[in-house]
C-alpha cells in the first residue's frame, strides 16, 4: 500500500471522501463559492478576465479602495514591519493600537475599547470572557456565526453555560426565556444591529427595556451597523437616536472600515476584565500595523466626510423602493444589505449564475446561513455606486427574474 492510500483509509478522513456536494455543483457548473478576483476596479471586479458590477461587498464606504488607506498601510508597514508577531498580552501591543482603542471609545461615546485581530475573534473573545460558569445567554437565532461560535467557546470553557435562542426579532419570545431566569442569574442578551443576511434592523430600545427588566446585560454587534446607518455612522444606537442604548458594542473593520479586525466597547472595567480573559486576544498575533493604521484613517474619513454615509443611505432607500416595486420578495430588509429571498437552494443558484452571466456579482446564501427553505441572493450596495450602476442591475435582475419565476 503507498503512502497516500494508507492516509486514504484513516477514519477521520472518511467524511472528507464522502463528501461530494461541491463536486456535484462544479460539475454542474452551478458552484458560486471561492471564484478569485482578479483585479478591483472602482466599483467592477475582475473574475476569469469578465467584469463585473461588484453588488456583494461590505465594502459600504468604498474605503477598502482609498488612496488615503493605502497609503496609511503603506506608511504603517514602513515604520512598523508587516506583523507584530505576538499578541497583544505580550509583545503585539503598538502605540497604534492604543491610539485606534482611544478613538473609537469616543466615536462610540464609551469609556474603553479593546481592537482583536478579526471581527469573529472580537465575538469569540468578548462573549467567552463573559459568559462564564452558570451563565445564560440569550440569542436572536438570525445572530452572526461568530456569536455562537462565542457561546460554543463559552460552554466549551465553562461547564454550565447555557444557550437560549429567541425567534428573530421576536420580543415574546424574547421575555418568554427571561422571565423563567431568577433575577440573580448572570445573563447576556446579544443581538446584530443590522443583521447581516437580511438587512433589518434589531428593536434596540425594546431590546434595552427586556435586558434592564431582567437584569440581563445587552451586548450589540454593529459589523454592518457602524459607518452604514445612523445620520453620522455611528450605527444602530445613533438609528435610534440614543448612544447608551447598551452595556457593550462591538464592530469588525472588515466591512464599513475598509481594513481588518474589530473591537468591542464599553465600561472601563469590563473591557479591562476582558483585556485579560479573551483567549482569542491572549493566544492568537495582534492586529498587522497596517490594517490598524487602514482602520484609523478610516475613522478620519467617517468622522469628517458623512456625505458618503449619506449617499450609501439614498442608494439604499433607491434599490429597496426598487426591488420592491419589480415584486421581489426583501423581507423587512431597510439598509444596504438587500435579500432577494426565493426560498429554493437551486433556483438560488440558477438565478446566481444568470446574473454572473450577465455581469453581476452577488451572493447566494443557503442554510445553515439562512434557515432551510429561505435561501437568498444577499445584493449590498457601496457608496461608490452610481445611479446609472444600479437601475442596470435593475433592469437584469428584473429579466432574469421573470425567465425563472421567480417574480
Ligand atoms: N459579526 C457579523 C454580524 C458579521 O457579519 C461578521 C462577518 N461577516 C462578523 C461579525 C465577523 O467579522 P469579520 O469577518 O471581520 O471577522
Redesign the pocket.
Known amino acids: 500500500m503507498n503512502i497516500s492510500s494508507e492516509r486514504a483509509m484513516k477514519p477521520i478522513f472518511e467524511p472528507c471522501h464522502e463528501y461530494r456536494e461541491a463536486d456535484q455543483a462544479r460539475e454542474s457548473g452551478l458552484y458560486p463559492f471561492f471564484r478569485p478576483i482578479e483585479a478591483y476596479r472602482g466599483s467592477k471586479v475582475v473574475i476569469e478576465g469578465r467584469e463585473l458590477f461588484m453588488a456583494g461587498s461590505n465594502n459600504y464606504l468604498g474605503l477598502a479602495l482609498d488612496p488615503r488607506l493605502k497609503e496609511a498601510a503603506e506608511a504603517a508597514v514602513r515604520k512598523y514591519g508587516t506583523s507584530c508577531s505576538g499578541s497583544r498580552f505580550m509583545n503585539g501591543t503598538l502605540d497604534l493600537h492604543e491610539e485606534l482603542e482611544g478613538r473609537l471609545a469616543s466615536f462610540v461615546g464609551r469609556d474603553s475599547a479593546i481592537c482583536f485581530t478579526?471581527?469573529?475573534q472580537t465575538?469569540l473573545g468578548a462573549i467567552s470572557a463573559l459568559a462564564t460558569r452558570g451563565s445564560h445567554v440569550i440569542s436572536d437565532k438570525y445572530n452572526?456565526a461568530?456569536i455562537m461560535d462565542g457561546i460554543f467557546l463559552a460552554r466549551g470553557l465553562h461547564r454550565e453555560v447555557t444557550l437560549h435562542r429567541y425567534r428573530h426579532n421576536n420580543l415574546e419570545d424574547l421575555e418568554g426565556v427571561l422571565r423563567k431566569l431568577p433575577v440573580s442569574t448572570p445573563k447576556l442578551l446579544v443581538t446584530?444591529g443590522v443583521f447581516?443576511m437580511e438587512g433589518d434592523i434589531a428593536p434596540l430600545p425594546q431590546l434595552k427595556a427586556i435586558a434592564d427588566t431582567y437584569g440581563a446585560a445587552l451586548y450589540l454587534?454593529e459589523?454592518?451597523a457602524i459607518g452604514v446607518v445612523g445620520e453620522t455612522g455611528r450605527g444602530t444606537c445613533e438609528y435610534y437616536g440614543d448612544s447608551l442604548l447598551t452595556d457593550l458594542t462591538m464592530c469588525?473593520f472588515?466591512k464599513a472600515f475598509g481594513s481588518?479586525g474589530?473591537f468591542v466597547a464599553g465600561d472601563r472595567d469590563i473591557i479591562d476584565y476582558i483585556r485579560h480573559f479573551a483567549r482569542p486576544l491572549i493566544f492568537s498575533a495582534s492586529m498587522p500595523p497596517s490594517n490598524v493604521a487602514a482602520a484609523l484613517e478610516a475613522l478620519n474619513i467617517i468622522e469628517t466626510e458623512p456625505e458618503r454615509i449619506h449617499r450609501l443611505q439614498q442608494i439604499a432607500r433607491k434599490m429597496l423602493d426598487g426591488f420592491t416595486s419589480l415584486g421581489f420578495e426583501i423581507g423587512t430588509a431597510s439598509t444596504p444589505i438587500i435579500p432577494l429571498i426565493i426560498g429554493d437552494n437551486e433556483k438560488t443558484f440558477m438565478f446566481w449564475k444568470a446574473l454572473f452571466e450577465r455581469g453581476i456579482y452577488v451572493n447566494p446564501v443557503i442554510s445553515p446561513a439562512v434557515p432551510p427553505n429561505r435561501a437568498l441572493i444577499r445584493t449590498s450596495y457601496m457608496s461608490i455606486h452610481t445611479d446609472a450602476e444600479l437601475d442596470m442591475f435593475l433592469d437584469i435582475a428584473e429579466e432574469e427574474a421573470k425567465k425563472l419565476h421567480i417574480i
Do not use: E, L, R
Open positions: 478579526t471581527g469573529y465575538n452572526h461568530s446584530d447581516s454587534d459589523a454592518h469588525t472588515s481588518i474589530g
